[in-house]
Protein backbone atom coordinates (compact mmCIF):
# COMPACT_ATOMS: atom_id res chain seq x y z
CA UNK A 1 0.00 0.00 0.00
CA UNK A 2 0.98 3.73 -0.81
CA UNK A 3 1.82 5.33 2.12
CA UNK A 4 2.42 8.48 0.59
CA UNK A 5 -0.35 10.92 0.89
CA UNK A 6 -0.08 11.72 -3.44
CA UNK A 7 -0.34 7.72 -3.80
CA UNK A 8 2.96 7.86 -5.52
CA UNK A 9 6.46 7.28 -4.44
CA UNK A 10 8.92 8.80 -6.40
CA UNK A 11 12.20 7.61 -7.52
CA UNK A 12 15.61 9.15 -6.91
CA UNK A 13 18.02 9.75 -9.85
CA UNK A 14 21.31 8.46 -9.56
CA UNK A 15 24.44 10.65 -10.74
CA UNK A 16 25.79 8.81 -13.36
CA UNK A 17 29.04 8.92 -15.51
CA UNK A 18 27.13 8.26 -18.81
CA UNK A 19 25.41 11.83 -18.17
CA UNK A 20 28.73 13.59 -18.68
CA UNK A 21 28.35 15.44 -22.12
CA UNK A 22 32.14 16.73 -21.79
CA UNK A 23 31.92 20.28 -20.77
CA UNK A 24 32.70 20.71 -17.35
CA UNK A 25 30.54 23.61 -16.61
CA UNK A 26 27.57 22.05 -18.15
CA UNK A 27 28.02 19.07 -16.34
CA UNK A 28 28.21 20.55 -12.61
CA UNK A 29 24.79 22.21 -13.20
CA UNK A 30 23.26 19.07 -14.55
CA UNK A 31 24.64 17.73 -11.53
CA UNK A 32 22.93 19.91 -9.60
CA UNK A 33 19.92 19.77 -11.26
CA UNK A 34 19.38 16.35 -10.25
CA UNK A 35 20.01 16.85 -6.94
CA UNK A 36 17.39 19.59 -6.82
CA UNK A 37 14.75 16.90 -8.40
CA UNK A 38 15.81 14.34 -5.90
CA UNK A 39 15.41 16.96 -3.14
CA UNK A 40 11.63 17.44 -4.60
CA UNK A 41 11.27 13.93 -4.77
CA UNK A 42 12.30 13.12 -1.29
CA UNK A 43 9.92 15.66 -0.08
CA UNK A 44 7.17 14.46 -2.07
CA UNK A 45 7.97 10.94 -0.91
CA UNK A 46 7.20 12.52 2.71
CA UNK A 47 4.49 11.45 5.10
CA UNK A 48 3.26 15.38 5.23
CA UNK A 49 5.07 17.39 2.47
CA UNK A 50 5.11 21.02 3.54
CA UNK A 51 3.75 22.86 0.57
CA UNK A 52 5.63 26.35 1.11
CA UNK A 53 9.23 24.01 0.91
CA UNK A 54 7.73 22.30 -1.71
CA UNK A 55 6.94 25.57 -3.57
CA UNK A 56 10.59 26.73 -2.39
CA UNK A 57 12.73 23.75 -4.01
CA UNK A 58 10.07 23.77 -6.93
CA UNK A 59 10.72 27.61 -7.59
CA UNK A 60 14.71 27.46 -6.96
CA UNK A 61 14.50 24.35 -9.29
CA UNK A 62 12.79 25.92 -12.38
CA UNK A 63 14.98 29.12 -11.75
CA UNK A 64 17.84 27.14 -12.05
CA UNK A 65 16.92 25.54 -15.10
CA UNK A 66 16.83 28.91 -16.48
CA UNK A 67 19.97 29.77 -15.73
CA UNK A 68 21.44 26.70 -17.22
CA UNK A 69 19.49 26.98 -20.44
CA UNK A 70 21.17 30.47 -20.54
CA UNK A 71 24.36 28.81 -19.96
CA UNK A 72 23.99 26.48 -22.78
CA UNK A 73 22.90 28.61 -24.99
CA UNK A 74 25.64 30.93 -24.96
CA UNK A 75 27.69 28.18 -25.74
CA UNK A 76 25.70 27.13 -28.78
CA UNK A 77 26.05 31.50 -29.88
CA UNK A 78 29.42 31.06 -29.20
CA UNK A 79 31.09 27.56 -31.02
CA UNK A 80 28.40 28.52 -33.75
CA UNK A 81 26.81 24.66 -33.96
CA UNK A 82 24.45 23.36 -35.92
CA UNK A 83 20.78 22.55 -34.86
CA UNK A 84 21.08 25.51 -32.05
CA UNK A 85 17.48 26.68 -33.19
CA UNK A 86 16.50 23.23 -32.87
CA UNK A 87 17.86 22.68 -29.14
CA UNK A 88 17.00 26.60 -28.08
CA UNK A 89 12.84 24.91 -29.70
CA UNK A 90 13.33 22.71 -26.71
CA UNK A 91 14.53 24.55 -23.94
CA UNK A 92 11.50 26.87 -24.77
CA UNK A 93 8.88 23.96 -25.20
CA UNK A 94 10.11 22.68 -21.90
CA UNK A 95 9.58 25.79 -20.13
CA UNK A 96 6.06 26.53 -21.58
CA UNK A 97 5.66 22.91 -20.52
CA UNK A 98 6.93 23.43 -16.65
CA UNK A 99 4.92 26.65 -16.72
CA UNK A 100 1.85 25.25 -17.81
CA UNK A 101 1.98 22.31 -15.10
CA UNK A 102 2.83 24.62 -12.23
CA UNK A 103 -0.87 26.82 -13.08
CA UNK A 104 -1.93 23.35 -12.29
CA UNK A 105 -0.60 23.09 -9.19
CA UNK A 106 -2.33 25.47 -7.59
CA UNK A 107 -5.67 23.16 -7.61
CA UNK A 108 -4.64 19.84 -7.54
CA UNK A 109 -2.14 18.57 -5.10
CA UNK A 110 -1.55 15.47 -7.19
CA UNK A 111 -0.18 17.29 -10.19
CA UNK A 112 2.90 18.17 -8.66
CA UNK A 113 4.07 14.26 -8.71
CA UNK A 114 3.05 14.26 -12.52
CA UNK A 115 5.27 18.12 -12.45
CA UNK A 116 8.32 16.17 -10.64
CA UNK A 117 7.95 12.60 -12.71
CA UNK A 118 7.92 15.07 -15.76
CA UNK A 119 10.99 16.97 -14.73
CA UNK A 120 13.34 13.39 -13.97
CA UNK A 121 12.27 12.06 -17.94
CA UNK A 122 12.66 15.21 -19.44
CA UNK A 123 16.11 16.42 -18.04
CA UNK A 124 16.81 12.95 -18.15
CA UNK A 125 16.45 12.37 -21.85
CA UNK A 126 17.48 15.56 -23.05
CA UNK A 127 21.02 15.34 -21.36
CA UNK A 128 21.24 12.19 -22.84
CA UNK A 129 20.43 12.95 -26.27
CA UNK A 130 20.75 17.17 -26.95
CA UNK A 131 22.94 18.20 -24.61
CA UNK A 132 24.69 15.02 -25.38
CA UNK A 133 25.27 16.05 -29.06
CA UNK A 134 26.33 19.64 -27.95
CA UNK A 135 29.13 18.37 -26.28
CA UNK A 136 30.13 16.35 -29.13
CA UNK A 137 29.63 19.51 -31.12
CA UNK A 138 32.15 21.72 -29.06
CA UNK A 139 34.62 19.22 -28.68
CA UNK A 140 34.87 18.66 -32.28
CA UNK A 141 35.04 22.85 -32.59
CA UNK A 142 37.91 23.01 -30.40
CA UNK A 143 39.68 19.60 -32.02
CA UNK A 144 39.26 17.69 -28.85
FE1 LIG B 1 21.25 20.75 -20.13
FE1 LIG C 1 19.90 21.58 -23.35
Redo the contacts with the bound molecule.
Sequence with gaps: MDTTRRGVTLGRVEWDRAFEIGIPL?DE??HR?IDLINRLSDVLNGDAPDEAEIEHIVAGLIDYVGY??SA?EELMDRFAVADAAIHKRQHQNFTKRVTAMRQETATDPKAMTDLAIFLQNW?IS??LTT?KRLGQQVAAKVGR
Design positions: VQHLHFELHVD
